[in-house]
């Protein structure tokens, strides 16, 4: 089954969300019970919210205002190279979520994709400047005018939103970037 990168791209980004969207629905039957195993700092079953937190909403809305990011970017991501975009995804899910664990407050609970949506945007706006790509320099600016204004998102501000969450999604992005960077690749 050979597909275009850019159907598969799609179909995972919509599979992506619908996983959330069931597990906010586990959640709401439970109570939310499952927003407990977000990330909680420097605890050792907060290590295990590092895997857990992007899959975990806190309530519909916080559901609902990640879904198109979520879909757009995720995409976006993916579409760059499946394998890449993969990889870029695992590196700011884990880069980022340890470094919240490390340095958020204590008594504290991160979820949501929120850190993912920070990293896809910085990861998108910086490849195509680290790979000298015409095209993917014209695709980091759209994002950039679409969604820039969400890195604000990155300072403290509004209480019970992970301003650290953000930040170190956003670090992980331009992380990600350069270490997938394909004039790296090539030079290996």
């Known amino acids: 089954m050979d597909r275009p990168g850019w159907q598969v791209a799609g179909v995972a980004a919509v599979a992506f969300v619908v ?3 069931g597990i906010e629905l586990v959640d709401v039957a439970a109570s ?9 700092p420097r ?18 809305g916080h559901l609902v205002a990640n879904s198109v990011p979520a879909l757009v970017l995720g995409f976006l991501t ?18 980022g979520g340890f470094a919240v664990w490390l340095v958020a407050g ?3 609970v991160h979820i949501g994709a929120s850190g993912l ?10 490849q195509g400047f680290v790979d000298h790509q015409p095209a993917e320099i014209a695709i980091g600016l759209v994002v950039l005018v679409v969604y820039g204004g ?18 170190f999604g956003a670090i992980a992005g331009v992380v990600a970037a350069i270490v997938l960077s394909e004039r790296r690749t090539a030079r290996r």
């Open 117 to 126: 949506i920070f990293g896809w945007i910085t990861y998108l706006a910086v």
């Open 19 to 21: 996983l959330l969207w």
């Open 150 to 167: 969400v890195l604000w998102g990155v300072l403290p501000g509004q209480p019970g939103i992970s301003w650290q969450g953000h930040l």
């Open 32 to 40: 939310h019970r499952l927003d407990g195993w977000g990330i909680r």
């Open 106 to 108: 204590d008594h504290s």
């Open 78 to 95: 993916l579409a760059t190279g499946l394998a890449r975009g993969l990889a870029a995804t695992a590196l700011i899910w884990v880069v």
């Open 43 to 60: 605890s050792g079953e907060g290590l295990l919210g590092i895997l857990a937190a992007p899959l975990l909403h806190g309530g519909w």
